[in-house]
Nanobody
Framework: QVQLVESGGGLVQAGGSLRLSCAASGSSFSINAMGWYRQAPGKQREPVAAISSGSGTITDYADSVKGRFTISRDNAKNTVYLQMNSLKPEDTAVYYC???????????????WGQGTQVTVSS
């Protein structure tokens, strides 16, 4: 079971940027596709972005973050990142990473959750 630790959250003004990191344990990181999800207060957890295994040539984003967020991975560091630019108050949420699986044009969570990292965007 892959253990995941998210970090990098914080308080930022609208229009600002943050970079989230997700460090994974174990030696099998590179064979896993990885994804970011978020959960805003009172709302269901929703997918944000995903990246394929290996060199991460395939990425996918929720419509709400396309053009603003970028997912990447560094297999040497067992870490997946989420660069968030042009942040909006509606991006406020706890962000989680997890192992995912790509199925055709979609992707699903197949791993456990980390503890999450809080992102708060002020207007």
């Amino acid at each position: 079971q892959v253990q995941l630790v998210e970090s990098g959250g914080g308080l930022v003004q609208a229009g600002g940027s943050l970079r989230l990191s997700c460090a994974a344990s174990g030696s099998s990181f590179s064979i896993n596709a990885m994804g970011w999800y978020r959960q805003a207060p009172g709302k269901q957890r929703e997918p944000v972005a995903a990246i394929s295994s290996g060199s991460g040539t395939i990425t996918d984003y929720a419509d709400s973050v396309k053009g603003r967020f970028t997912i990447s991975r560094d297999n040497a560091k067992n870490t997946v990142y989420l660069q968030m630019n042009s942040l909006k108050p509606e991006d406020t949420a706890v962000y989680y990473c997890t192992v995912v699986q790509f199925i055709r044009t979609s992707w699903l969570r197949i791993g456990s959750w980390g503890q999450g990292t809080q992102v708060t965007v002020s207007s």
